[in-house]
């Protein structure tokens, strides 16, 4: 017998659910209660162990279903699902359904000997009942379009001819379908002109299908309380053109911007990657995704994964949105509104769940499915603006297949040497970018902080991002100059930019050549101060360009590359190879690995299931990920201490806001360690600890982490975004997210003093540390250690060669002053003194 489980803040509340719900099927169904906590003074809460036995206690093959009431309620259920074995973890099904609402309908149906999903499709349909017999729904969602309509909620209707240039098309269909889901009342829509049915309003596939055109009769529908005010504004839609300029009444919709001869030239970017490219360009267009369909058994665990992929492509199609508004316009680029409505439509989620929960089809398979019905849907129609949208809607389900299989794109790989253009890259994309045939990236999103810029650094390949989106309009071929210093391209450059462009690369190779003779020897400023220059890596061939350009050591081995693009975790034997081949090649120099820091700009679907967040910086990032994945996070651990023997290996902990996470990952490596002790395997009993600052919170109380922790390493990427609240991965932001600003140079010095007044090392190995322009501002802030991409080492050391401490303060104590970024680098470059 199915297993039911209520979880709830407040004992009382839970035994009265309990109760109500026993009663309806004679306690013939096991139902459990995991509720309040041991505190007398305040016994409102939920305790996961509690969960965890609630659960095992009413536990059988044919699975148990926990339903909860709130906020931590969810979190304790999460976190009790983890303690179980993971035979046990696939049977177990948390619901969102209404608690009480839910629990009886679950209790029926589990007597009635339905299955487990037949179970939790009751619980959550559990509403339905009391929402019709209050009128607010009128007629159950359905895939099908209606064709009766409810007496029992009031029904209205307008009819109205459309004015607008371009009909009800991507733009106006998407405004159109995010009004009507404002509203309880469901709509629906009709184009009397073309005769077809009467499809939902609040999917964005059915109403662009309508092919609804200039001068088109329609009529609208709503049914439920709020109808008359759904249609009003509906209505407000139509007789403001949707805000379209209709003079144009000839012109083609503006989407697709060509270059006209007077538009060639210089366009401006982002400088994310510095270095000279000329070459033709070729447009990165994703590889087209072929899946295979199998037969799934856990279909709750099918249907999280598509959610979860979805979630990730709204967020790529976002950041892509905010470019091309900044690029575009912001009427044109609503466009991509359309795409982003084509991932929430119901239609489309309902008949992907669907497939998944009755044909038992993988999650690859029942979305490809769907994609494929609504292209088709698309082309029959004859209308050629809505035949070219079959183009966007593959490409949005593609987009969607990628992140389900994870797999390496081919098209990355380039034949003949040239400038990559492209909407985006993600991280691992460009991590595996090969740079002899890569001389340079171009893309329309993305900012010098973003990890793709990162990773473009670490390769050398010069890149400018945020550009014009015109660029991806360019034939393959044609001829491009870009400057990864100043952030700028040029399509088919004239000769004198060429032979300017050429003249800078030739003196940026000559100043890489004269920087890399003294690479090897140690930065020691003119005052006789040594800083340590390390690198930051994220692999093995990372590491030997690191070497070879002089790093005394890596600062930063960013884990996270190990776990992108697989479908699962690397296992210990796998990371314990990588971290011991990368120590081998570092002969002996100090190692930090920093354990996985998921989350944020890099994220991993088959790590992440069934929990979209609206922002993933602010969310499950970092250690908060680790310590809610114990299995995970000890696996890493183990292969680090593993790895630390007879190598100078310490451990780096990302993401921390408070003391307790670093005791509690302390506490971790404590129980890992015992675990090899008793298992007779060594490692490095010494192992230094560290901590990343990069979140505010770890500055304000540095002074109580530093008492924790042997070592600091200050990450400005994300301090600066945090501290200046301005997404490191939106260009629109770009100028507030600079690291020179005097708030975050601030934190840096609050950080500095509170390391050294406890006696322990701080190093900085956010990009900051790269910018040579800085150095001066890093040295007079009294930084052990910087660590920076491997290709930045040799000019690094070169710029602290250069400088000498007493006058860094000095700039420092007035850089602190200063009223913004800007003023602190026109202070620096106006206070140091350049090299003969
Ligand atoms: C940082 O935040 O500065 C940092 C070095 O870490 P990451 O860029 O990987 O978030
Ligand atoms: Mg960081």
Redesign the pocket.
Known sequence: MIGIVIVSHSKQLALGVRELAAQMVQNQVPIAVAAGIEDPENPLGTDPIQVYEAIASVYSDNGVLVLMDLGSALLSAEMAIEFLPEAQQQKVYLCEAPLVEGAIAAVVAAAAGRDIHQVMAEARGALLAKATQLGVVSRPLSLVTPTTTNVESPTREIRLIVSNRLGLHARPAAQFVVTATRFQSQIFVQNLTRNTELVRGDSINQVTTLGVRQGHELVITATGADADEALAALQALFANNFGEDNVALNSPPAFHHEFTPGTRGELAGIAASPGVAIAPVVHYQPTHISITQYHVENVELEWQRLQAAIHIAKQEIQAVFSQASLQIGDAEAAIFDAQLLFLEDPVLLEAAKERIFKNHLNAEAAWQAVVDEVATSYRTLEDSYLQERVDDVVDVGQRVLRLLVGNADANLHLEEPAILVATDLSPSNTARLDPKKVLGICTTSGSA?S?SA?IARTLGIPAVLGIDAQVLHLADGTLMALDGESGRAWVEPESHILDLLTAKQEAWQTAQQQAQATAHQPAITLDGRQVSVFA?IGSISDVQVAVANGAEGVG?L?TEFLYLDRTSAPTEEEQLAVYQAIAQVLDNRPLIIRTL?VG?DKPLPYLRVGFPEANPFLGWRGIRFCLDHLDLFKTQLRAILRASVGHQIKIML?MIASVTEVRAAKVILGEVQAELNQAGISFDAGMKVGI?V?VPAAVAIADQLAAEVDFFSI?????SQYVMASDRTNPRVANLVDALHPAVLRMVQQTIQAAHAAGISVGL???LAADTLATTILLGLGLDELSVNPQSIPGVKQAIARLNIVESEAIVASALQQDSAEDVRELISTSVIPPA
Request: charged share 25%; with cysteine.
């Open positions: 902080t990890h990162i930051n930063l960013r820091d944020g990302p990343m990069e990450g400005t990427n994300d301090l190995c956010g990009e």
